[in-house]
């Protein structure tokens, strides 16, 4: 198991109320495959220094995670397919 930091930028006009559960529909995918959640660290609204899809802003949210490179792999196909999240990076913390 690896520990990985990954950032997502959300789309604004997602509700800020709704985006703790959005983000809990993809970290499923962390606790289906065996890995564990360390952090969440939701950011809130933020200026971008270019915009993506026409929008200068976006929801930040960082999380914290220790898994199998193939279920982190699997949680950035799905993030990426979901229209409501912009952007994704995902790092690996640990060397």
Known sequence: MRKYEIMVIIDPDVDERQVPALLEKHLKTITAG???VDGQD????????YEINKKPEGIYAV?????EPHVVSEMDRLM???EQI?????????K
């Open 86 to 94: 912009m952007r994704t990076k995902v790092m690996r913390t640990d």
């Open 34 to 36: 065996e890995g564990t």
């Open 42 to 49: 939701i950011w809130g609204r933020r200026r971008m220094a």
């Open 63 to 67: 999380l914290g995670v220790t898994a």
């Open 80 to 82: 990426t397919i979901d």
